[in-house]
């Protein structure tokens, strides 16, 4: 079992629905959550941080964490064909132990 | 407002040449990472430096090699390229010290093609 296991995609939404993604995790002590978007032959952007269950919202983007169920999710509310993207999911174990999932590609079809 | 800045960000080698891949952050960040991105891999760290003067190895370490120049800069060495090598690496730091709780902000990437 992966430690952080997304979904590879693609998850195709249409322009202006809601995009929904999704990150499992296995170390129940995990303690930081967090998002980042990565556009083709680019680096990875930070999106969000969350740390406690519960969700946190930033203009379109909502995180979600549920830490009795070990997932954490992203959601794009009013999709635009720019939020078009791989989306990495990072999970904090403590000490430097940072893993990244492979990522869930989005495409938004206009 | 550079953040984090890799170079080179593009670079061909031949099998068993050598190269350092720098970095350098203008944040104030106590950690410093490498990793390698290749296809359906997702971002694997080579090496981290939780603070000045100190390096740890990460999941994939072999071949590479790491310097905490000082908080600012963190070198990655290439001693013998070998073509399972070519991938695009990428720096990242972040405000954490031992307790990684902060997020980590990436620089552009180099894009290594080993040959």
């Known amino acids: 079992q992966k430690e952080v296991e997304q979904n590879s995609g693609p998850l195709s939404v249409p322009e202006g629905a809601i995009a929904s993604l999704n990150c499992t995790y296995s170390?129940?002590?995990?303690?930081?959550f967090f998002w980042y978007r990565q556009y083709s032959g680019k680096s990875p952007e930070l999106i969000m941080s969350?740390?406690?269950?519960g969700d946190k919202e930033d203009g379109r983007f909502t995180a979600q964490l549920n830490k009795a169920s070990q997932y954490v999710s992203l959601l794009i509310r009013d999709s635009q064909p720019s939020d078009s993207a791989t989306y990495l999911c990072?999970?904090?174990?403590?000490?430097?132990?940072?893993?990244f999932g492979t990522g869930t590609k989005l495409q938004v079809i206009p | 407002n550079a953040g984090v800045t890799q170079t080179p960000k593009f670079q061909v080698l031949k099998t068993g040449q050598s190269m350092t891949l720098q970095c350098a952050q203008d944040?104030?960040?106590?950690?410093m990472y490498w990793y390698r991105q290749d296809p359906g891999m997702g971002l694997r760290l080579i090496y981290y430096?939780?603070?000045?003067?100190?390096?740890d190895k990460g999941e994939v370490p072999n071949g590479y090699n790491v310097s905490r120049l000082n908080k600012r800069e963190f070198s990655l060495r290439l001693e013998s390229a070998a073509p399972s090598q070519t991938s695009v690496y990428f720096c990242?730091?972040?405000?954490?010290?031992?307790?990684?709780?902060?997020?980590?902000?990436f620089g552009d990437g180099t894009r290594l093609s080993i040959l």
């Open positions: 990072a999970v904090s174990g403590g000490y430097q132990k940072v893993t």
């Open positions: 990242a730091s972040s405000l954490s010290g031992t307790y990684s709780n902060q997020p980590q902000h």
């Open positions: 170390d129940r002590g995990s303690q930081s």
């Open positions: 944040m104030n960040h106590n950690s």
């Open positions: 430096s939780a603070s000045e003067g100190t390096t």
């Open positions: 969350i740390y406690s269950n």
